[in-house]
Every structure is written in structure tokens, then in C-alpha cells.
């Protein structure tokens, strides 16, 4: 209600870089769909999209092992993270394989901060701060306390963030990070942003992971970021040409 908020920053596709985490046995699966819906869609700036561990334009092999392991997940958010601090674009974006993103929605929400401040945006996935057991240089333990974004629900970070991020993420830094904490890539983000630099996460009811109820979900062509389960049968509800059948992720 009331008049849309202004718009802080005028953005364009070009101005995200947006990283789809995947493995080379939901190639077939998963990475097709996802060709064949939102990033077709945004084909003209097909820059914006880089797939992890794939073949052919765009994609980039990290070499991270095909291991469903702590290390090989933060092996490929350590190779996001570095490729958009080379990129020269204004925002971070992370989604799994199994998200379909709204980059209309996506541009809107972002247009509504600056870049340049400290920004980390998206959907938590507990309803309370995560503690967890952070093991210092003397091997002494101490208690920390942050929020983080659900990875499979899609975040993103302005590259004012990430840049501060550096000394626990660049160059290989975020894989002795996340192993200081033990926590896999997403958590580990929320404890560099946290934790290490003190600043909070910006909750957005618009991203969606498959772990929420997706069939009660409406305005659905506002959301940011969708998902699908097809094993427990987790789908939004939308009406279209195609049958569940047919198209069973929707
Ligand atoms: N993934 C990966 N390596 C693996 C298994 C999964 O990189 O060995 C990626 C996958 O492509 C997806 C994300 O990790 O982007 C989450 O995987 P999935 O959706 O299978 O699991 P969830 O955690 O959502 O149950
Ligand atoms: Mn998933």
C-alpha cells in the first residue's frame, strides 16, 4: 500500500552479476530448464548469468569437487564470489539450480538500495540468529551469533559488501573461513557479513527456496526468486498451457 518506495539507483540487467550454482549430474535435469526459461528470457544479457561447473559459453568449470561436501560447496561460492569481484557490475547474485529467477523483480528490489553501502539481501531460513562455534588461530573456541540467507532461496550482496568481505573471502580465503566456522557456503556468508563485519541481513519476503509450502504462495510473477521439489511434490500453483505432467517443476 502507500506509493512504491523511490528508486535509490536506476539498474539494468548489465549491472548484476548472477552466479547459478550446479553439478554436472543436474546438467541434464535442472541446468536445461533453466536455459530454456528465465536465462532465455534474459539472453541480451546473458553476461549477467554464469553457471558454475558446466560446458560451453558462460560457464565456468571451478574444478571443485563433484562431492555433495562442505568443502566442494564452498569451493564454488569462493569462485562466484571471485569471479564478480572481477566482473565490473554492481550487485552479487547467488541461486541454486533449481531457482527460476525474476530479473524484472530482481532489478526493482535491488533499484530500492545502493550498491555502494553495506547490503546483503534475502530470505532467512531459521526464524532466529544461528550460533555457532568459531575456532580461533590459538585453537581456542568462541561463541558467534548472526543471521544468513538460505542459499537455495537466492541472496545478494552490493559490492560495497563485498569488496569488505576480502580478508575472509577473496582468493581462497572463504574455504579457510567456512572451515574455521565448519558451516557450509551459505552459512558462511552470513557469519563473514555478521559476524566478521557487523552488518545485518536485509529480510526479503521474495525470495523462495523449496524448504516453504510453495503451492500457498500468490504473486507469483512479483516474487524475486521460485523453486520446485519434485520429490516431495513442492510447487508453486500456477495455471498455464503446460500440465503438471508436462511440466512438472511449473
Ligand atoms: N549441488 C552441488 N553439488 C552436489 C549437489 C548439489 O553443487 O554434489 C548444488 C546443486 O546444483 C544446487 C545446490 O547445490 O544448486 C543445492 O542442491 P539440491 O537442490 O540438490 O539440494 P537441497 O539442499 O536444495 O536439498
Ligand atoms: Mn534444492
Known amino acids: ?3 512504491p518506495p523511490k528508486p535509490a539507483e536506476l539498474l539494468t540487467a548489465d549491472d548484476v552479476f548472477v552466479s547459478v ?9 535442472r541446468l536445461e530448464l533453466l536455459l530454456d526459461t528465465w536465462i532465455a528470457n534474459d539472453l541480451q544479457h546473458v553476461n549477467t548469468v554464469m553457471l558454475l561447473c558446466s560446458r560451453g559459453a558462460h560457464l565456468i568449470n571451478t574444478n571443485c569437487s563433484a562431492a555433495h561436501s562442505r568443502q566442494a560447496l564452498s569451493c564454488k ?5 571471485d569471479a564478480f569481484l572481477d566482473a565490473d557490475r554492481k550487485w552479487f547474485c547467488h541461486v541454486d539450480d533449481d531457482n527460476y529467477l525474476n530479473m524484472g523483480a530482481l532489478l526493482r528490489l535491488l533499484s530500492q538500495y545502493s550498491h555502494t553501502q553495506d ?14 562455534t568459531e575456532t580461533l588461530s590459538d585453537a ?16 545478494c550482496l552490493s559490492r560495497g559488501l563485498a569488496i569488505k568481505m576480502g580478508p575472509w573471502a577473496r582468493d581462497g580465503a572463504f574455504l579457510s573461513t567456512a572451515e574455521r566456522i565448519r558451516l557450509p557456503d551459505d552459512r558462511a556468508v552470513g557469519y563473514i557479513v555478521g559476524a566478521m563485519l557487523g552488518v545485518g541481513l536485509t529480510r526479503s519476503p521474495l525470495f523462495h ?3 516453504e509450502s510453495l503451492a500457498l504462495l500468490t504473486r507469483v510473477h512479483e516474487q524475486v526468486t521460485l523453486s520446485y521439489s519434485k520429490d516431495e511434490r513442492n510447487t508453486i500453483n500456477i495455471k498455464g498451457p503446460f500440465s503438471v505432467q508436462q511440466d512438472p517443476t511449473r
Open 1 to 3: 500500500s502507500g506509493a
Open 21 to 29: 550454482k550446479t553439478t554436472s549430474k543436474y546438467h541434464r535435469g
Open 77 to 81: 561460492m569462493a569462485a562466484e564470489y
Open 119 to 132: 547490503v546483503y539481501i534475502g530470505r532467512p531460513s531459521l526464524e532466529h540468529p544461528l550460533e555457532a
Open 140 to 155: 581456542k573456541m568462541r561463541k558467534v551469533v548472526f543471521w544468513f540467507a538460505t542459499g537455495g532461496a537466492g541472496f
Open 209 to 211: 527456496s523449496h524448504l
